[in-house]
């Protein structure tokens, strides 16, 4: 158990092997120290009087129309008879939660009950409060919901009675901290919490699973799983798809690995599984898919398989898998859901979505294709029920390319043909665009694929927004989007998305490649896709932007220092840079498992190679770059951002710095997000030479 008045050290007090003094910027780690705010304060006027012209005031209207169209798509997930969708538009600029009935949903435009309005909340209470998140009890109108203040991680849970439309009186609540909740039944939750003496890993998240019982403080929440210190976090999943309910603990050693508890009737019991598996169960089956080769029961599974079993059977000995799906070279699984007692696999093949149903019998599995769907765009597929238990198979896909705005389809019970529900309107002129698939060679041979979108031809000279992320096994796709279409699409230019090594487009091995020490291979793989627009004749390196956020700020900013003459400007939103004390830095030490420990020394070794606070240097030809971060983020430290740019200019580089509002999303309302987008293009069309009205799409052109 934890020992209480022991309170663990908190992220930013872990110990260091470097001295503070060594670095000049510390100050700025201090988020809301005066010193820190008054270098903010000049740095967004000084920003702000250079690209804050007419033009960018232009877009950021224009944009912010877009976002708060009221004919966009409302996506919505059911709970009982009712969808519910969190709508924001320029009149609830916070959201309004709502919910319709799905005969009304399937009308043009459908009548909404309002369940809570976000602005008035706000307003009432005065308190920057936007929803989270919500959780709910099958067949029950109680919801937790998770209030965060301004975009934060960090979350206030409030009881909530959907029904009577108001917080329950002496119901659940609990101050902010980082964490989760799910109900076990009506007067008992789940508590995943950071909040609470002792209760918060290294990496700022939930140390421990609490039975908290109605009208008990949160203090006095029974223990019942505590982790180590120095695993990244705990959690607990209620299950209600089994004859009588049980809970699932899942102990997060770091990242990718993880322990695996069933607590029921009978006690708690460790899973004797590999700890790197994606795990989903469903009554008494569960599948999982393998991250590395594993030998049971007389048999070897090779990395990336997915194994399904009886649970009722694994527990009682058997190791008798049935094998569901087998990877390829490039052939990968992204993501595995149960619906109505079936299991969904989405898999990419040649960058290509598949879909592929498996069903559990005593007798064996059967398998089918989810049909209906295009082979080609880009597909993704979710269960339109938020909770397992109530599901009869409805499914909703959404389907779109780079220049098809998306469409909202329903399955129902995930074998009927596709009815399409919604279907979003076009947002910019797309006539005479293409999209066009290519690859690059990397530094060390790999080929690297990559979406180009834009007018037809090689003009080698074209304004070309470059973006990928490379990391944490994220795959990317070419969505459309109203940003890149409206202020760079439609006037010509051309718009180039990398799948790097670090993603998860190909699987473990693709992601392994650029993970850790190969982390600077998935920096090597975007500069090579740069290169090769220019041997292909697309264009010229002083004529390529390129924008990336998070870990893909690690990517932009190893372009400024490695690969600065193949980039005529650079947009750096979120970034981590300082790769020395990012474990020390809220949640950083959770990312150890993707990046490397640097308190180390063999992992500091690679982790110096792509630690771009510490590798930027004077009298280099970087190019220009803005580096923008927001105020409330509590996952990634603003003080990255603010150090990286402090030390650029103090070299005399040209950069710039923006500090806005908002958590490590977007802000909180759409024209939050439409003011940094608008801001961040201004400065890039100005730097790459890019002029209002110097390219445009032909004129007779109308939208596709």
């Not at 389907?399 to 469409?407: A, F, H």
Request: hydrophobic residues 35%.
């Amino acid at each position: 158990m934890v020992k209480k008045g022991v309170p663990l050290r908190s992220p930013i007090e872990r110990p260091t092997a470097s001295k503070p003094d060594d670095d000049p910027y510390l100050w700025l780690e201090k988020i809301e120290g005066g010193r820190a705010l008054n270098f903010v304060e000049r740095q967004n006027s000084r920003t702000l009087r250079v690209f804050n012209e007419p033009a960018a005031g232009r877009d950021r209207d224009a944009l912010t129309a877009i976002y708060d169209r009221p004919d966009r798509i409302p996506y919505v997930r059911r709970r009982g008879s009712h969808l519910h969708n969190l709508w924001k538009d320029a009149t609830n600029r916070r959201g309004l939660w709502r919910r319709t009935t799905m005969a009304e949903f399937r009308r043009p435009n459908p009548a909404w009950e309002i369940v809570l309005d976000i602005d008035q909340l706000a307003a009432s209470e005065r308190e920057d409060w936007l929803l989270s998140s919500t959780s709910s009890l099958p067949g029950s109108p109680r919801y937790i919901l998770s209030l965060s203040r301004g975009g934060s991680d960090a979350v206030t849970l409030r009881e909530f009675d959907a029904d009577t439309r108001s917080f329950v009186a002496d119901g659940f609540a609990m101050p902010e901290a980082k964490g989760s909740v799910d109900w076990l039944d009506t007067d008992t939750l789940l508590l995943s919490s950071a909040h609470g003496e002792g209760m918060v890993t290294s990496s700022g998240y939930s140390r421990t699973v609490r039975l908290w019982c109605r009208g008990e403080p949160v203090d006095r929440a029974d223990v019942i799983f505590e982790t180590a210190a120095n695993h990244m976090r705990v959690y607990g999943l209620a299950d209600h798809t089994g004859a009588v309910p049980r809970t699932w603990i899942i102990d997060r050693i770091d990242f990718f690995n993880q322990r695996i508890w069933l607590r029921d009737h009978a006690g708690t019991t460790k899973l004797e599984l590999p700890s790197g598996i994606w795990m989903q169960a469903y009554g008494d089956w569960f599948a999982m898919k393998l991250r590395q080769p594993w030998s049971t029961g007389g048999r070897t599974y090779a990395t990336d398989v997915v194994l399904g079993i009886s649970l009722s059977a694994f527990l009682a000995g058997s190791r008798d898998f049935s094998v569901l799906f087998e990877p390829g070279p490039r052939r990968a699984l992204q993501d595995l859901f149960w619906t109505a007692g079936s299991l969904v696999l989405s898999i990419l093949d040649e960058l290509k979505p598949q879909f592929q149903i498996c069903t559990p019998f005593t007798t064996g599995w059967s398998r089918a294709i989810l049909g209906g769907l295009p082979e080609i765009s880009v597909v993704d597929v979710w269960p339109l029920d938020c909770h397992p238990s109530e599901s009869n198979g409805d499914l909703l896909a959404e389907v779109q390319d780079p220049l098809t705005p998306p469409s909202l389809l329903l399955i129902e019970r995930g074998v009927e043909s596709p009815v399409v529900l919604k279907q979003a309107s076009k947002t910019f002129t797309a006539d005479g665009l293409v999209v066009t698939q290519h690859e690059a060679i990397s530094i060390d041979g790999e080929h690297i694929p990559y979406v180009q979108t834009g007018p037809a031809g090689e003009t080698g000279d074209a304004p070309v927004y470059m973006t990928a992320y490379g990391g944490f096994g994220r795959s990317v796709k070419p969505y459309y989007s109203s940003t890149l279409g409206k202020l760079w699409l439609e006037r010509g230019g051309t718009v180039v998305q990398a799948n790097l090594r670090g993603g998860g487009e190909f699987g473990t091995r693709w992601h392994e490649a650029g993970r850790l020490a190969g982390k600077k291979l998935s920096h090597d793989d975007f500069a090579a896709v740069a290169a090769d627009l220019i041997r292909r004749g697309v264009t010229k390196p002083k004529r390529i932007a390129a924008k990336g956020g998070s870990n893909g700020g690690i990517l932009i900013t190893n372009m400024l220092t490695r690969y600065p003459e193949r980039f005529g400007a650079l947009f750096c939103t979120v970034p981590l840079t300082d790769m020395r004390r990012y474990t020390k830095l809220l949640a950083g030490a959770s990312w150890i498992a993707e990046y490397g420990d640097p308190d180390k020394r063999e992992d500091w070794e690679w982790l110096k190679t792509y630690s771009a606070y510490h590798n930027a240097k004077a009298g280099q030809p970087y190019p220009p770059i803005l580096i923008a971060t927001r105020r409330r983020d509590d996952r990634v430290h603003p003080g990255h951002a603010r150090k990286m740019a402090a030390k650029l200019q103090a070299m005399g580089y040209e950069a710039y710095f923006y500090e806005a509002a908002g958590g490590h999303g977007h802000g909180k309302d759409n024209k939050e997000r439409a003011g940094l987008e608008a801001l961040g293009f201004e400065f890039l069309k100005s730097k790459i030479g890019w002029q209002e009205g110097e390219a445009s799409a032909p004129a007779n052109a109308i939208a596709r």
